[in-house]
């Protein structure tokens, strides 16, 4: 979920788990290939008495730099009846602390030329900020009085609440294909943990009282339950010390629960007809369950995700709407989690076209996928479209902060950054064909269609 006024948008960040990738050339016409460029980066780790792990990786190309906290939290953490609270904090922790008023967060960091913003999924939450690398006690000391003391009280749970639910409102139940994504992730899953959606429902919202919303905070917001990174134009020893200095005192608390991520064996097709009062056109999502991300074959299916649908040479572009003009849009791709994720292939159709016929030409993509390799050519151009994007995102300071958070809280290993692109490159035509037949079967799927539905009018003024 996204939050706050401007900033980066949650889909951008969601991009931003992995590394920046040395750039390297194809070789063309016989010629050898340049000396691939390296771009690794560095990552010394510490952790304080309390608990709190920091995570530094120093650059003085500019005078800049960018802080992170990713707390290990997300919606997979939340408890049936209270959903909703991990994002709900995202807004309540710019609602002031002990020595920072309402709002004030924003107008320091604003004052001083930085940027900020706050983001929350179902694995985690973080928050983060960039600034002139003279302002670095003002980002640390930021962090840390809300981590100490955030003020919960009614008037602020009433106020954001409120925001929440308007939230809500505009990005799902008042918006075509709403209700769409819910419906994927409450029928594929079994467990609770990743059934519900981050925004919670508006009952569990309006249920939540001070003492729940106090409680959570205490339990998930510890200095212990979170990772502190730290990117930019600093030495890493005067940096530890201002950080000492603002977190150590927190006091830690007892670990949290480790939430329940087991899924039985799905054994049959689940499927869902969904009318949707908002839509124009239909649209049919097909889920299959694949493992969790950081797995040999997460990377696989990330890569065949991107084979089939990514630009318009893809497979699923080129047959289904170049070729036979079924679908306006289709997407897919492998969803990472840390716990059981999902593979999704997306498709919106044009007026006049057939759920059915569109389904049955996805089934026989899948199936050459299963049944004939794919080419090296394929695999070459995903892998470079990866390698590019990955390396322009981790430019900034920021975004590697924030990639750093996410891959400590995720897998416990920021130098995970920089392994990223050898574990795509180890992933071989025969490892896609395998994770096709593994993964891509009918009684592993799940098949979400939604039409079209006229929405009630209210009758005209003066009638009966």
Request: neutral net charge; aromatic residues 8%; glycine residues 6%.
């Amino acid at each position: 979920m996204k939050l706050h006024r401007r900033f980066l948008s949650f889909a951008v960040l969601s991009a931003l788990v992995c590394a920046a990738l040395p750039i390297a050339a194809l070789a063309q016409g016989g010629k050898s290939a340049p000396a691939t460029k390296s771009s690794r980066i560095p990552v010394r780790e510490f952790k304080l008495k309390n608990g709190l792990r920091v995570i530094m990786s120093e650059d003085h190309s500019a005078p800049t730099y960018a802080i992170a906290i990713t707390y290990n939290v997300g919606s997979r953490d939340e408890r049936q009846g209270r959903t909703g609270f991990a994002h709900l904090f995202e807004h309540m922790m710019f609602q002031g602390s002990e020595n920072v008023g309402k709002g004030e967060h924003f107008i320091l960091v604003d004052m001083n030329g930085g940027q900020m913003n706050g983001t929350t999924n179902q694995d985690r939450t973080n928050y983060f900020q960039a600034l002139p690398a003279n302002q670095l006690d003002l980002g640390l000391w930021l962090e840390a009085d809300r981590m100490k003391s955030l003020v919960i009280n009614q008037a602020n749970l009433d106020n954001q609440r409120n925001a929440v639910q308007e939230e809500r409102r505009l990005g799902v139940d008042n918006v075509p294909y709403g209700k769409t994504f819910e419906t994927i992730i409450g029928t594929a899953y079994d467990n609770f943990a990743y059934k519900h959606s981050t925004i919670g429902s508006m009952e569990d919202l309006n249920a939540a009282d001070v003492k729940d919303v106090a409680d959570f905070f205490r339990i998930y917001y510890a200095p212990n339950n979170a990772v502190l990174t730290l990117v930019g134009d600093f030495k890493t020893d005067e940096a530890l010390a201002k950080v000492k200095k603002y977190f150590e005192a927190i006091p830690s608390q007892p670990q949290p629960p480790a939430p329940d991520m087991t899924e039985p064996e799905q054994k049959a097709e689940r499927r869902v007809a969904l009318d949707d009062g908002f839509a124009r056109t239909p649209r049919i999502d097909v889920a299959y369950k694949i493992p969790q991300g950081n797995t040999a074959d997460y990377y696989a299916l990330s890569l065949l995700g991107q084979i089939l649908s990514s630009g318009q040479s893809s497979r699923l572009y080129q047959k289904l709407v170049k070729e036979r003009e079924l679908v306006a849009q289709v997407g897919a791709g492998a969803q990472e989690r840390r716990g059981p994720s999902l593979f999704t292939v997306t498709a919106i159709l044009p007026p006049g076209k057939q759920l059915a016929d569109v389904e049955k030409a996805i089934y026989e993509e899948i199936e050459r996928v299963k049944n004939e390799p794919v080419a090296d050519w394929e695999i070459e151009k995903v892998r470079m479209g990866i390698r590019r994007q990955r390396a322009q995102q981790l430019q900034g300071t920021l975004s590697r902060a924030v990639s750093l958070g996410i891959t400590a809280v995720y897998y416990g290993d920021p130098n995970l950054i920089n392994e990223i692109e050898a574990k795509y490159n180890s992933v071989t035509k025969e490892d896609i064909q395998r994770v096709a037949r593994t993964y891509f079967k009918e009684t592993n799927r799940t098949v979400i269609t939604t039409t079209p539905k006229p929405r009630a009018t209210a009758p005209a003024a003066g009638s009966n």
